[in-house]
């Protein structure tokens, strides 16, 4: 039997359950054993221990109005509510909720693509999009526009971004790619940002911002309200793509090479995300993955630009990987490797070994995700201070041999941790993670990003001026939602009811 | 329920016995036999890079089932065939392939109200050329892969059989073990799986309810 919400009784709960029906229709009220493990994290650094979160139920609404029920019945219970959109983020915690008994508000079925723009490049989405239904839709309309794709492709388009996940391709800042939202206020009310709030407002997915403070970012990685619609812009489908690598020979030539990336990336002559990898040997010390996107001339001229730059640093070598001109008959697809830069959703990390159940490390992993500078400097102390972190928490190989550019002007150093199932392993594994989030903190670092499991512990480290940014926004929680019915502790922001559970974590 | 690890150890003492089937461990008292009626597979998917996947394909083929070669990325499948399928009518579908084309295609079918209904991990231990096939599912179904598969270095074309066997009726799950001779030793992965992706209850998103739980999410419970 599924656990309780906490303080919520089995009688409490059961009409809780009925009302949810009510609301949404009881076929779409889920509260069975088979119902719950749907919405386990599959990837659970807790995988059927005590501390691993279970919620008590799930509801699926299929309207926004619907969204207002749920909400306000939930507050009349005070029962918390845990938002996904398809729940697909493996490796950050998946459909799975942060406390056992929370219900989760699984917004699937609200799955329409509301518009597409070709003319002015956007789209508005509901929380169930996938990028695969976005695409499909633009693909089977023949517009020509072209997404900016996480890896794999099968996340929600409005999830990915409200996690601030990074996209590959030009745009790469996914959030910073939207424009405008429609969210569900703590009390049930209904509110649209940026222009959306002016009444037949014809210029939404247009421009953002609208007038008076912006709030957009107030719904991103917190539990201010669900967010049902969210206006994304798109990129107009290319002429070409050139895929490229560089090499350095040396590790002194980082800061140079480092450096370069940064000024052709924050110059807009390659500003789509990039992967710059260290082996650690004496066949190229540094290698970068650049991508040109644009009309081939233009592409061209700025492949050569690049490599005018590159060529200050000694003994650099230059490849080129692949050059691909849109659009692309279904034959060409099938032949590329990584399709997600091509804005082609796909599933392809599953078959490369992303999801291993060979011995002995076949239940998944989670993600350390430190942001760092991009400069050279800043790569080497990484490398250094993660180097030692990982004899210290006994964790096996070096530390990171890689960096992937994040937004403009900072670097992230993925690493993943592999689940365990046996309890000590995965003990000593939760325990490694947590000592990496407390030594990047040390060196001035957070994380972008956390498994939900981790996630107070990740804002743990934001702890400036006695966690001033805390306060603010459990100020703000207070404010908007007094029962704290909205992801208790979701991103370490907890209502003022449920305060001591965070002191008790502590 | 034993854990995977016990049942494992479970196996690993019945090993005294080499090359032999270890039995069917029986279904729980009170359940009903399920029905003899298979499900209708709509396709089965195999992995063209391996033997033992494309020997499934072709006994598949042969039995008169539609097949679909992956190489072992699920998305054209899923995107140009099951999800196109799917929207009009949940379908059955069976395989063989790698773990990670099983994760997809099971966590994809749950939002069509399919579930994973068998499941056999296939071990493949190059040094000793033997493969272990630790298998879960409908009781019966089990009983025919003992039948099918006992001693049979070609497993993959009994294993055919075996999937074309799943009943459509739901079943609690019961547990097998079989240990024999593997060919194509060099050739095939040290891990595949096998496993029937079947309908369970209403046609729609996140159905569910009842006795038996998608194998893949009760990995960690052999």
């Given at each position: ?36 493990r749907t919405y386990r994290d ?465 | ?161 075996v999937v074309t066997r799943h ?33 369970w209850g209403p046609p729609a ?18």
């Amino acid at each position: 039997m599924p656990p309780l919400p906490p303080g919520v009784t089995a009688q409490q709960f059961s009409n809780a359950l009925r009302e949810f029906g009510s609301a949404v229709g009881p076929e779409w009220v889920l509260s069975t054993d088979e119902d719950i493990r749907t919405y386990r994290d599959a990837f659970s650094p807790f995988w059927e221990e005590a501390e691993e979160p279970i919620p008590s139920a799930a509801v699926g609404p299929n309207t926004v109005e619907q969204v207002q029920q749920v909400v306000r019945i939930a507050n009349k219970y005070r029962i918390p509510l845990w938002a996904v959109s398809t729940g697909r983020n493996l490796g950050y915690g998946g459909a799975a909720p942060l406390n056992s008994g929370t219900i989760v508000l699984d917004l699937k079925r609200m799955n329409r693509v509301l518009e597409v723009s070709e003319e002015n490049a956007y789209a508005l989405v509901e929380p169930g999009v996938s990028f695969f239904d976005l695409y499909r839709d633009i693909q089977e309309r023949g517009l020509k526009l072209m997404l900016d794709l996480p890896q794999p492709g099968w996340g929600s388009v409005m999830g990915h971004a409200l996690d601030r996940g990074v996209g590959q391709g030009p745009y790469e800042d996914r959030f910073g790619a939207h424009c405008g939202m429609e969210v569900v206020l703590p009390s049930g009310e209904v509110m649209r940002t940026g222009m959306g709030a002016v009444p037949g407002a014809k210029s939404w997915q247009h421009n953002p911002y609208g007038f008076g403070p912006f709030v957009d970012g107030m719904f991103a990685q917190s539990n201010f309200g669900v967010v049902t619609k969210m206006g994304f812009h798109l990129l107009p489908e290319p002429e070409a793509l050139r895929l490229v690598t560089v090499t350095a020979p040396r590790r002194d030539d980082v800061v140079p090479f480092v450096n370069t990336v940064g000024y052709l990336k924050n110059a807009g002559i390659c500003p789509a995300s990039f992967g710059i990898r260290s082996p650690r040997n004496d066949t190229g010390y540094w290698s970068a993955s650049l991508k040109f996107y644009g009309p081939l001339k233009v592409i061209d001229a700025q492949w050569e630009h690049a490599q005018e730059k590159f060529s200050a640093i000694a003994g650099v070598r230059f490849q080129e990987d692949a050059l691909y001109r849109f659009p692309l008959s279904p034959d060409a697809i099938d032949g590329i490797p990584n399709k997600n830069v091509l804005g082609i959703p796909d599933l392809a990390a599953f078959g490369q070994g992303f999801v291993r159940d060979g011995r002995p490390h076949g239940y998944g992993h989670y993600f350390f995700a430190p942001i760092i500078p991009m400069t050279g400097e800043a790569m080497l102390e990484a490398q250094d201070v993660f180097e030692q972190a990982f004899k210290q928490l006994e964790l096996p190989g070096r530390g990171p041999v890689g960096f992937t550019g994040w937004q403009r002007r900072s670097l992230i150093s993925l690493i993943s941790l592999p689940v365990e199932h046996d309890t000590g392993k995965a003990q000593k594994n939760r325990e490694a993670f947590r000592g990496l989030m407390r030594i990047a903190g040390e060196h001035g670092w957070g994380v972008y990003r956390a498994p939900v499991v981790f996630m107070p512990d990740a804002m743990e480290v934001y702890s400036y001026n006695n966690h001033a940014l805390r306060r603010f926004h459990e100020t703000v929680k207070d404010a908007l939602d007094p029962n704290g019915i909205l992801a208790p502790g979701k991103c370490g922001i907890w209502p003022r009811r449920l305060r001591e559970a965070r002191e008790a974590r502590a | 329920m034993a854990s995977r690890r016990e049942f494992l150890q479970l196996a690993l003492a019945a090993s005294a016995v080499p090359l032999a089937a270890r039995g069917v461990l029986a279904a729980p008292a009170g359940w009903a036999d399920e029905s003899t009626a298979p499900t209708p597979l709509y396709a089965v998917v195999f992995d063209e890079r391996y033997p033992a996947s494309r020997a499934f394909a072709g006994e598949a083929k042969r039995l008169g089932l539609s097949t679909r070669g992956i190489g072992g990325d699920v998305t054209r499948l899923w995107f140009d065939d099951l999800d196109r399928r799917w929207r009009q009518e949940p379908a059955a579908i069976a395989g063989l392939t790698t773990y990670g084309a099983l994760f997809c295609l099971d966590v994809l079918a749950r939002d069509y109200g399919m579930r994973t209904r068998f499941r056999a991990d296939h071990y493949l231990d190059r040094a000793a050329g033997r493969v272990e096939h630790v298998m879960a599912g409908p009781a019966a179904l089990l009983r025919d892969a003992d039948t099918l598969m006992r001693g049979q270095a070609a497993w993959g074309r009994g294993l055919a059989r075996v999937v074309t066997r799943h009943p459509a009726s739901p079943a609690p799950a019961t547990r097998l073990t079989l240990v024999a001779r593997a060919e194509h030793t060099g050739e095939d992965p040290a891990h595949l799986v096998s496993w029937v992706i079947s309908p369970w209850g209403p046609p729609a998103w996140a159905a569910g309810g009842g006795p038996e739980s998608s194998l893949v999410g009760e990995r960690a419970k052999f």
